[in-house]
């Protein structure tokens, strides 16, 4: 296959008119460099964040948290809701960027950013809705109540493959429950960051709302390390791997900070004798190869139903070898760069170890020749048994493949990972269907019937369990791990009773 890619100038220039009218001016300096998965080169030196700046960003948000606590929720929703207007207007610039830095084709770039805008629009709606109970007191004259109150600064720790709609989910909702921000994106995608940022501050500007409700970091892994160790820093929302979350847990716990962890997936589908194959096969190249299989949800396991295993992966391996794979900005392809040369190491180096560990490769895997940037061919590896490399989460498009005789079997092979993610069951009976939802079917946060595991819509919470790290973002009720709750006692009444009947004077 031959890929004509455009070249690292057209890049940069592409990326300076989409910074130019979303108003971003670069931080001159060095320390980040700004790069392109599509060549793989550098697109411009940055100014690094410092120690110091972390440390006046945390202090200029923590004072800031003073004024905006107390700003009513439904006013802090005007701020976002103003700053999803601009990522409306700015959507096919972020989505540029997107795709600068990150590789995502076209559709996935702007799907990033309708991400952002429904979060947006979910969090103005939620600014009206922080809703506490009032409970039935035991004692009369009495009023028991809960109420919410904003929690303090927010440290947010995002990754590259969702560079700012994950950002987003975080900062929209925080805000509205008068939380303040401090951003550390990936070091791999700071053209997006500032963007964003930038598109937020205007919003800040115009609606007058305290300058520092939101600051961003463009720093390494050390900045990320001060944030999740300032005792000012009420919760950390951290989105990476599960070796990222194993370190920063227990230093926010033992400052009896609050975590919210969104770590490695290792997502899975069944698919039962009964499925519709060609659903099936949509739903599975889609969630499998897409996003050149760098989402949290991308689907990495495919439990096969040994009757249906030839049929399915017949077409699979057909639909794989057809899979256009190249520049993300041409409206052709489905499968753009890996984000770096290691991700692509780390990808053969995890088919090698699936061949030895039994695996045979029945598509992909290659790399292509392109001279520039890491283009690889997703991988089908159909494997004798859920061994070793199949437990790992690798980030790229590999598809491993079991099968099963029973549907108890396949439930057994699907939770035995120590991942919890997202999970999909293709069936049409609904016996199986329910069993995959019901308390001993699937053990993910996600878990989808005749859906891929991947494409979550803004509204559901988003989040998994196990070494998925617990954390639920986005949607539902996810609001109130940004908040504090207070429980309210009131004695209307001119008497003091006393709860379980005690007597005392
Ligand atoms: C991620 O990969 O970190 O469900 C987030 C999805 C997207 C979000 C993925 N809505 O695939």
Redesign the pocket.
């Known amino acids: 296959m031959t890929v004509t890619l455009p070249t690292t100038q057209e890049l940069r220039d592409r990326a300076r008119t989409a910074l130019d009218r979303v108003g971003v001016t670069l931080p001159d300096g060095d320390g980040v460099r700004a790069r392109t998965p599509i060549t793989g080169e550098d697109l411009f030196p940055l100014r690094a964040s410092t120690s110091a700046d972390a440390e006046a960003a945390i202090a200029a948000a923590a004072e800031a948290f003073g004024t905006w606590r107390t700003t009513p929720a439904p006013v802090r929703g005007e701020l976002v809701r103003v700053f999803g207007e601009l990522l409306r207007e700015h959507k096919s610039d972020l989505a540029d960027l997107v795709t600068i830095e990150a590789g995502k084709i076209r559709s996935e770039a702007l799907g990033e950013v309708q ?1 952002m805008i429904d979060i947006c629009d979910f969090a103005v709606g939620q600014s009206r809705q922080l809703y506490g109970r009032t409970i039935a007191s035991e004692r009369p004259g009495h009023r028991l109540a809960e109420t919410w109150h904003p929690l303090g600064v927010v440290g947010v720790i995002s ?1 590259f ?2 560079p700012a ?2 950002w987003s989910w975080n900062t929209a909702i925080a805000l509205v429950c008068g939380d303040t921000v401090v951003w550390k994106p990936s070091e791999l995608t700071p053209l997006i960051s500032l963007a964003a940022s930038h598109l937020l501050d205007r919003a800040i500007a115009a609606t007058g709302a305290p300058n520092d409700v939101h600051r961003l970091l463009l720093a390494d892994r050390a900045v990320g390390e001060q944030l999740v160790d300032d005792p000012r820093v009420a919760l950390i929302s951290a ?1 990476g791997s599960t070796r990222m979350g194993r370190e920063v847990g227990p230093r926010v716990a033992g400052r009896f900070g609050r975590c919210l962890l ?1 770590l490695g997936g290792n997502n899975a589908a069944i698919v039962a004798p009964s499925a519709d194959l060609d659903l099936a096969l949509q739903g599975i190249v889609f969630a499998a190869a897409g996003t050149a299989g760098q ?3 991308t689907l990495r396991r495919l439990i096969v139903h040994r009757d249906v295993a030839g049929k399915l992966l017949d077409s699979l391996v057909t639909a794989y070898r057809r899979l256009p794979i190249g520049d993300p900005f041409d409206d052709t392809t489905l499968v753009g760069p890996l984000i770096s040369a290691n991700a692509a190491k780390r990808m053969r180096e995890a088919i090698a170890q699936a061949q030895a560990e039994g695996g045979e490769v029945l598509a992909g895997g290659g790399l292509l020749d392109t001279g520039a940037g890491a283009y690889a061919e997703p991988a089908i590896v159909r494997m004798p048994g859920q061994t070793a490399i199949v437990r790992e989460e690798t980030f790229a498009p590999i598809l491993y493949v079991l099968t099963y005789d029973t549907f108890d079997e396949a439930i057994a092979l699907h939770n035995d990972v120590p991942q919890g993610l997202s999970s999909a069951v293709f069936t049409r009976d609904q016996q199986e269907a329910e069993r995959f939802l019901a308390a001993d079917g699937s053990d993910c946060g996600i878990a989808n019937v005749n859906i891929g595991t ?3 819509e803004i509204g559901g919470a ?1 989040g998994g369990e196990k070494e998925t790290g617990g954390g639920r973002e986005s949607g539902s009720d996810a609001w109130r791990a940004y908040m504090r709750r207070a429980t309210n006692t009131v004695n209307y009444s001119s008497t003091l009773t006393l709860a379980q009947n005690v007597s005392f004077l």
């Open positions: 991400e990754a493959n969702f709609a994950v989105t969104e989402r949290c949800t991947s494409g979550a988003f």
